[in-house]
């Protein structure tokens, strides 16, 4: 087995026009987002209106006009999905004082009705929640009520579909069983409040020196592209950052094209692409390992697991997680300008 990953470097909007229709079978990303101070000059930059409305004061204009900015790539993302398949876009809403007061600009909501505009059909969506310990965290008036705000300590995983989902050719449902997750992952995963997700920043030198990355832990990517799409499928991430699903891509087994405008973090992906062996081959080793230790706990309850895993041989809840094959990565290699193909055990 063996995967291909591109990253293009450019604006998202004019790369995704290069793309064919129906080309991906999954979209993984999170855009800058509206009204955070950090992004603003990335999308002043892009229009000449909004830096000029952040300064005057003018927050609904400016959030207006920033989104209209992302509106064509959830276009395109639209576009180039194949049929029945899945957008998940992660968004925070932004908090700001601006024109002298303090207020929420809600990114998630104005991201999600343009989707929903564009023909997306809206499915439940994950809250991921960022718990913060910092007695700073809770904004206004303190103790006092009328105007102490709550605190934001959540961003959005909006889940988008392509219309309905076609059925399955033979070869599709083999690929599919191969792909599965275990059943105590899906009970898991398919819950509607992440929290306490893995990170790479250590083993991937995002620490400090590299300044704020605004990236997405390894394990959100992960899970999303393990629930949504299929091995060997094509994950689509117009704005890949630091380059996050695209590890989490290739440690699952699937393609991927990722787009990034900033040419200075080519410097980081293919650092964090090529040194990506052990570190996806950790963390798939200790899902296998985590199901071990589920068997156990559950015989320990006295509950013996039905069905038996045909590639290793342990327990499993049901019929659907026979077939499932973990990916462990061999090598990745360089295959020209932004381009690597990953071989799998
Ligand atoms: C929130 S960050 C993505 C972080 C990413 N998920 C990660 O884990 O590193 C948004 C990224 O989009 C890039 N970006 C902003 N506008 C863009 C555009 N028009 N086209 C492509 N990339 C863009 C920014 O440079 C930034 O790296």
């Excluded at 950090?38 to 300064?55: A, H, L, N, P």
Aim: aromatic letters at 10%; charged letters at 25%; proline letters at 5%.
């Amino acid at each position: 087995m063996k995967t291909s990953q591109s990253v293009l470097y450019g604006d998202a909007r004019s790369m995704m026009a290069g793309m064919s229709s129906s080309s991906a079978d999954l979209v993984v990303t999170s855009p800058p987002y509206p009204m955070i101070e950090m992004w603003d000059e990335t999308f002043s930059q892009k229009s000449r209106g909004i830096g000029g409305r952040v300064k005057s004061g003018d927050g609904d204009g400016a959030f207006e006009l920033m989104h209209e900015e992302l509106d064509p790539v959830w276009g395109e993302a639209y576009r180039l999905l194949r049929p029945g398949g899945i957008a998940c876009i992660n968004i925070g809403d932004a908090t700001r004082r601006i024109g002298g007061s303090f207020r929420v600009f809600p990114n998630h909501a104005r991201v999600l009705t343009s989707c929903v505009g564009l023909g997306f059909e809206a499915l439940p969506e994950i809250i991921w929640r960022k718990q913060s310990n910092k007695p700073t965290k809770f904004m206004g008036s303190g103790m006092l009520p009328g105007a102490a705000y709550v605190t934001q300590e959540h961003e959005y995983v909006l889940v988008l579909r392509k219309g309905p989902r076609p059925l399955d050719t033979p070869s599709q449902r083999l690929t599919r069983r191969r792909s599965a997750f275990f059943w105590e992952e899906r009970n898991l995963w398919f819950s509607d409040v992440w929290e306490g997700l893995q990170g790479d920043r250590q083993r991937l030198g995002l620490n400090g020196a590299r300044g704020r990355s605004a990236a997405f832990p390894f394990e959100l990517g992960y899970r999303l592209i393990s629930m949504f799409s299929v091995q060997n499928g094509l994950v689509l991430d117009p704005f890949l950052g630091t380059g996050t699903t695209m590890v989490a891509a290739m440690a699952a087994g699937r393609d991927s094209v990722g787009i990034e405008l900033d040419p200075r973090l080519r410097e980081l992906v293919d650092e964090r692409v090529m040194g990506s062996v052990d570190v996806s081959n950790a963390f798939n080793e200790r899902r296998i390992s985590d199901h071990r230790a589920f068997v156990a706990r559950m015989r320990k309850e006295g509950r013996e697991l039905r069905y038996v895993n045909k590639r290793y041989g342990f327990p499993v809840m049901t019929g659907q997680e026979t077939l499932i094959r973990i990916p462990i990565l061999k090598r990745v290699d360089r295959r020209g300008d932004g381009r690597f193909e990953v071989r799998y055990r």
